[in-house]
Structure formats: C-alpha cells, structure tokens
C-alpha cells in the first residue's frame, strides 16, 4: 500500500473514532441521566479531534486535574471573595486565566490547556452558588470528566492506531515561542475571556450557562495564536458551521425526541465534521475550526436535549443559548482585531497551535 493510501486510512479510522467514542459518550451520560452530562461527549470529542495516539494513565490523571483541580481548589479560594470582596474575586480569575494562556502559550499541551480553561472558567460560572449546588456540579463534573476519558480508551481499543501512524523516532519538540510573544497571546485570550466570564460571574443564574461557559473558554483558547484576520474569521466560522449544525440537530429532533436518534445524529455529525479536521497523517489545514465547530454544536445542542424535549421552554433555551454563544463568538472577533491593532506583530507573529497541536 503506498504512502497517500496509508494516510487516507489513518484520517479514516480517526474520524470514526472520533464519531464512535463521542456518540458513545453522550450516550450512556445522558441515558444514566448525569448531572452535566453534557461534559463527558465534550473531553472524549476534545482528545479524539486531536491526531494522537490514546492518553496514558498519567496524561488521563492531568488532563483530569487541569479541568477539577481550578474549581475543587478555587472553590476554597475564591467563593468566600465572590461572596464578600468582589474585586479580589475578580483580581484572582484575572491572574488564574492568565496563567492558562500563558502556559499554553508557552508550549504546554493543547488538551491541558484547554482543559485548565474551562476548569478557571467553569469557577467563576459556580461563584455565586450555595455550596450544595456546588458540590452537585463538582460532582457532575467529575463523573463526565471521568467518564469521557474512558470512552476515549474504550475508542482507542475498538479502533487501535495503524502501525505506520506514528513513526518511532522521536521529532524534535517544536521550540518554545519566547516569553514576550507568550505574554502578548495570553494578554489576547484574556481580552476574550475575560468580560464575558465577569458578566456570567454578576449574573445570577450564571449556573444555567456552564455550557456558554465552556465555549468561552475554547474561544480563549482559539483566539491564541495567529493573526486577527484568521483568528476572527476562525472564532465567526467555528460559531456559524457549529450553529448551523445545532440548528439542523434540534429540528431533525423536534421530529423523533429519541436518544437513539440523537446518538446517531451526533455520530453522523462527527463523521462529516471529522472529514474536515483530519487530512492524511495529521490535520486538516483548517482542522481547530472544525473541531471548534464541532464543540460549538454539541455545547448547543447537547443541554437543550436535556431540557423538556419538544416543550416551548426547550426551543427558548435552544436559541438563547445560540444567541449568546454567536454574541459572545462576534465579541471575540472584534477584540482579537482591536487588540492586534494596538499591539501589531506581537501575538500573532508565531506558529498556530489551535486545537490540532500535539499534545
């Protein structure tokens, strides 16, 4: 078999992965009926979307640290200030998303980083809750985290790498971007981040838009590298080709509100998604948009599934959380380009990660 026939099958065997371990994932976490079910498709659709071979036990443990330990830890930290001394509240998240771009920035694994994100930002989402509620979305949190990961293995086992996919000699790592251009891209996420999280943080139903939540944080993530142009025009496209594809999930449900279904459309989604974010041995070269548009429709689409299926109140809550998400996407952009214009040729002088970057 020559080499292009050997890569067309490593693409191939990866999206069905892909389509296998998240379908798979939302389907037993919404058919035990978890608490943020929603958590366990989004980490196996994180790690799948990615071209590397399966966690091991100690990736899996950090990757379930980077998204727990933020709010188990500022849970302690930072509830009694969002409580009582909002500006210190404020100050720390500041400090705390800093931090997680930076070491994204400065070459920590894309998962991680991610995962660290929405795990900073999932905290300031619980920052005004009581603490019974946030022992339940601690708790709902751990058993999707936990739960995705495994179906991540259970994936990796149905559909094992190809022998040629990854070569045994080891590659030089990619050198680090220096500490300047570093602080430039986490300053830019920040901008992205940041508003929109404080907004959440003053609302008092901040808990109803942990699934916003999420999205902000992967647009954090997004927004990293690369110039304003094809960051903004990233942040818009992920946002309307993973609406559109919600769009067409809720009304294709409104006709058959069955779990079955649903499963299936996730998977079909994966499999049209997934030809886009893989190409040969590694990705796409539009590949993070996709796997961004992709996380976007199941951020939309996955909570409104749990709402009332087929009430009045599930399709307001659908297209809410769609209008806040394509607000927040169309925020994004513009500061990704004001930001790029007062600093020119900093933060987006260096090599794209985006979410294809190896972990």
């Known amino acids: 078999m020559n080499v292009p026939a050997i890569q067309a099958c490593i693409a191939d065997r990866r999206v069905l992965r892909l389509a296998l371990g998240t379908s798979l994932a939302l389907c037993v976490s919404q058919a035990l009926g978890w608490p943020l079910s929603v958590i366990a498709p989004l980490v196996a659709m994180v790690l799948l ?12 443990i950090a990757l379930i640290a980077a998204i727990l330990g933020p709010i188990l830890i500022g849970s302690l930290v930072l509830l009694p200030f969002f409580s009582h001394l909002h500006i210190v509240g404020i100050i720390l998240v500041v400090l705390a998303l800093f931090h997680s771009f930076y070491l994204a920035a400065r070459g920590a694994p894309a998962a991680v980083g991610t995962f660290l994100t929405i795990g900073i930002t999932l905290n300031v989402a619980i920052g005004s809750v009581n603490i019974d509620a946030l022992y339940a979305i601690v708790s709902g949190l751990a058993k999707g985290a936990i739960s995705g990961l495994l179906f991540v293995w259970l994936a990796h086992a149905m559909l094992p790498d190809l022998p040629a996919t990854f070569p045994a000699q080891r590659r030089a790592p990619a050198p680090k971007p220096p500490a300047d251009i570093a602080r430039l891209r986490a300053v830019r996420s920040l901008l ?25 944080a992967s647009m954090g993530q997004q927004a990293e590298a690369g110039s304003s142009r094809s ?18 999930g809720w009304q294709l449900l409104s006709l058959w509100p069955s779990l079955v279904f649903f499963t299936l459309l996730v998977a079909i989604a994966a499999l049209l998604y997934g030809r886009r974010i893989f190409r040969g041995a590694g990705m ?18 996955a909570p409104a599934a749990l709402d009332s299926a087929g009430s009045s109140a599930a399709g307001a809550a659908f297209w809410w959380r769609l209008l806040l998400i394509a607000i927040t996407a ?19 002088t260096t090599r794209s990660r985006g979410a294809g970057a190896a972990v």
């Open 231 to 248: 960051m903004g025009r990233s942040l818009l496209e992920s946002t309307f080709w993973g609406g559109l594809g919600a769009i067409v």
């Open 284 to 301: 796409h070269p539009n590949g993070h948009m996709w796997s961004y548009a992709f996380l976007t429709m199941l951020v939309i689409l």
């Open 49 to 60: 979307a990615l071209p590397m071979p399966a966690p091991t036990l100690k990736m899996g």
């Open 330 to 348: 169309v925020y994004g952009s513009l500061a990704v380009v004001v930001f790029d214009t007062f600093f020119s040729g900093g933060a987006g």
């Open 192 to 216: 992205v981040v940041l508003p929109v999280a404080i907004i959440f943080l003053f609302s008092s139903a901040s808990t109803s838009y942990i699934v916003v939540m999420i999205k902000v």
